[in-house]
């Protein structure tokens, strides 16, 4: 604890310091600032940390993000609290414990912010079984109420035993932080540096910031001629990209039906239905992406491979191996540009990836991924006017491709083992006016599904070698279905759609037991989805 006199010249030398950048000259910067107020209920705010840097150097409030990734001030854990923009990246100086609930894991990196005491720390064990605090995506505005609990000294405690939290009104906003005033005796105190600064809407409650610095007015310890209430605190409601870039470093890929998503922004968002655990884990983890406009994914093995059109028309990828994490993406070789649609499939440890190019033609290329090789090429495959593809690998090792053309009717054509291809063919059943396709091989048998004019869903299917295609298409449900993909797993074909809604849903054709699951929403909230794609590891 600073002594009151070195406490006063800190804080007259912060007070020039923020009057001389023109910044909020109201709030003082004492080294790791408890939240007086009432005790926080069994179980609220259960995402909210504590952190013990050192041996009790220094103690401190944090809000966990990731099962991994812990969320406070930079200041915690800086050699000069007052400098927390100086901290360095990498491990930390001082052993740091996070106990979250009963759990409890060491500090094992820290990645901190440079333009505001805020760092991200990532954690040597994962906290499961927590339900992490979601970043708010819209600005703060003045006049809000906000809620801050923390494990910093009370009024008449130097060391809680339990979460605080107190109400505080939001007075200003700056690009990189705000400033407000506890009510009711609400007070930021000793400890409750990195608390998070919660807005509650709907009955959700998301993060908006992160405690930084306060006068601490009416904490134990505190001059009585001390009463000021206010407090600074760093925002993270504009950093969603950067903490979702971390997030995603550890996104333990799991074994299962994997979805990737693009939405409204061009981001490309994860969820997987494990099949460990027997269900969808609830929640989408995303990272940065090359802004795509289509999307399309396999796996061989237990590992995922995603290819993605960027925004720039070039051709991405990136792998997640089962117990492992995801890795960056990287361009396809090969120099594709102007693309417009991606399909890929699997033959034995080899990808077959098709593109529709710029002047709507079929691309062809591949990658041996045994050899650890791409052919480094696009071949055209003959000239035609694509709207959308999807392909499938039969037991023969024989990839068909299929496309909706600029007539919306659908066609096929194959890609033989040898490296030859069949010419294009209407698939039987006069299907018009065709908005979405997509395809899943069983064994030598095809299911190809497609999306109608009014967005219902239709199916067809061809058992190659055993009389061809059937000759019409069947209605499986009234939809107004915007995108679909597939994924077969054995003998159960798994079919995730965005709806109108613009949500995300999933049914499965399970041909061992001879019928269709109603539709469900994947959980997790996604909305806003504009391609989707599936893959199910083994």
């Known amino acids: 604890m600073l002594r009151n006199s070195s406490a006063r010249k800190l804080r007259a030398g912060v007070l020039v310091a923020a009057a001389a950048a023109g910044a909020l000259a109201t709030f003082a910067t004492p080294p790791a600032v408890a939240v007086p107020g009432d005790t926080a209920a069994d179980g609220s705010y259960a995402a909210t940390a504590r952190i013990v840097v050192g041996d009790h150097l220094r103690g401190c409030t944090g809000t966990l993000v990731d ?10 854990f800086s050699d000069d609290p007052a ?9 930390p100086k001082w052993t740091t414990t996070v106990t979250v609930g009963a759990k409890s894991a060491q500090v094992a990196e820290l990645v901190p912010r440079t333009d505001r005491d805020l760092v991200m720390a990532r954690l040597a064990t994962a906290v499961d079984g927590v339900a992490v605090l979601p970043l708010a995506t819209t600005a703060p505005t003045a006049g809000q109420s906000l809620r801050v609990p ?27 932080g705000i400033g407000t005033t506890g009510t009711g005796g609400a007070v930021v105190c000793k400890g409750d540096t990195g608390a998070p600064v919660i807005r509650e809407t709907g009955g959700k409650a998301e993060l908006v910031a992160v405690a930084s610095r306060s006068w601490q007015g009416g904490c134990l310890g505190t001059p009585a001629t001390e009463t000021r209430t206010g407090a600074y605190s760093s925002r993270v ?27 409204i922004n061009s ?60 890795t960056p993406w990287v361009e396809v070789p090969g120099g594709a540009g102007g693309a417009q649609g991606v399909t890929a499939t699997v033959r034995g440890n080899t990808v077959s990836l ?22 480094g090429s696009w071949e055209q495959v003959g000239v035609n006017k694509l709207k959308s593809i999807t392909s499938a690998t039969t037991a023969d090792g024989v990839v068909h491709v299929f496309a909706v053309n600029e007539d919306l009717r659908v066609y096929g054509r194959d890609n033989r083992p040898d490296g030859s291809w ?62 679909i993909s597939s994924s077969a797993e054995g003998n159960v074909v798994h079919f995730v759609a965005v709806n109108e809604d613009t949500k995300v849903y999933t049914r499965d054709a399970d041909y061992n037991a001879g ?24």
Do not use: M
């Not at 890929?253 to 939405?263: C, R, T, Y």
């Open 83 to 91: 400098q927390p923009q100086a901290l360095a990246a990498g491990a």
């Open 354 to 375: 098709q593109i529709i190019g710029s002047d709507g033609s079929l691309y062809s290329t591949h990658a041996d991924y045994a050899a650890g090789s791409w052919r």
């Open 150 to 176: 923390g494990f910093g000294r009370t009024k008449d405690e130097w060391v809680p035993g339990k979460l605080h939290s107190g109400v505080f009104s939001l007075d200003s906003v700056a690009p990189t």
């Open 515 to 538: 019928n269709w699951t109603p539709w469900v929403e994947v959980p997790g909230g996604a909305f806003g989805v504009k391609a989707i794609t599936a893959a199910t590891t083994g």
């Open 67 to 76: 099962r991994y990734w812990v969320l406070t001030a930079a200041s915690c």
């Open 267 to 326: 981001r490309v968002w994860n969820t997987v239905d494990d099949s460990k655990a027997g269900g969808w884990i609830g929640s989408w983890s995303t990272a940065s992406s090359p802004s795509p406009t289509a999307v399309d994914s396999v796996a061989i093995g237990d590992t995922v491979h995603v290819y993605a059109v960027g925004s720039d028309g070039k051709v991405y990828t990136h792998d997640g191996r089962v117990g492992d994490a995801w």
């Open 422 to 483: 069949t010419p294009w063919g209407e698939i039987p059943g006069g299907a018009v006016g065709v908005q979405g396709i997509t395809a899943a091989a069983r064994g030598n048998t095809v299911d190809l599904q497609i999306i109608g004019g009014l967005g219902d869903l239709f199916t067809t299917y061809c058992h190659y070698g055993l009389g061809g295609w059937d000759p019409a298409w069947t209605k499986v449900s009234d939809n107004r279905l915007k995108a």
């Open 237 to 263: 409601d504009n950093l969603g990209d950067w903490v979702n870039d971390l997030r995603y470093r550890t996104a333990e890929v799991k074994a299962g039906l994997h979805l990737q998503i693009i939405d």
